[in-house]
């Protein structure tokens, strides 16, 4: 079993910057990324990265957003610039481990206009 601990959102203006952090509860991991969920709309993949320090983006933050992670203290960050009102969702950590999945328990991210 894997716990994730999840921190860092909040209420930022237009053009701010925000950073997420996830804590893990073990070191090992095959993936670790952040999903978002916007009211309404199905959860999606933002940024991941793989325990070679492979990343990847979701076109729509890729330049704004970096995800990135300190192995000694097992946490993985998202900082992300340049918010956009359409950024605000309730960011999610997920870890992948074998076969299995793990999910944090969410934060809130509201981008005001």
């Known amino acids: 079993q894997v716990q994730l601990v999840e921190s860092g959102g909040g209420l930022v203006q237009a053009g701010g910057s925000l950073r997420l952090s996830c804590s893990a509860s073990?070191?090992?991991?095959?993936?670790m990324g952040w999903y978002r969920q916007a009211p309404g709309k199905q959860r999606e993949l933002v940024a991941q990265?793989?325990?070679?320090?492979?990343?990847n983006y979701v076109d729509s933050v890729r330049g704004r957003f970096t995800i990135s992670r300190d192995g000694a203290k097992n946490t993985v960050y998202l900082q992300m610039n340049s918010l956009k009102p359409e950024d605000t969702a309730v960011y999610y950590c997920?870890?992948?481990?074998?076969?299995?999945?793990?999910w944090g328990q969410g934060t809130q991210v509201t981008v005001s206009s």
């Open positions: 997920r870890l992948t481990l074998w076969s299995r999945a793990y």
């Open positions: 073990r070191g090992d991991f095959n993936t």
């Open positions: 990265i793989t325990s070679g320090d492979n990343t």
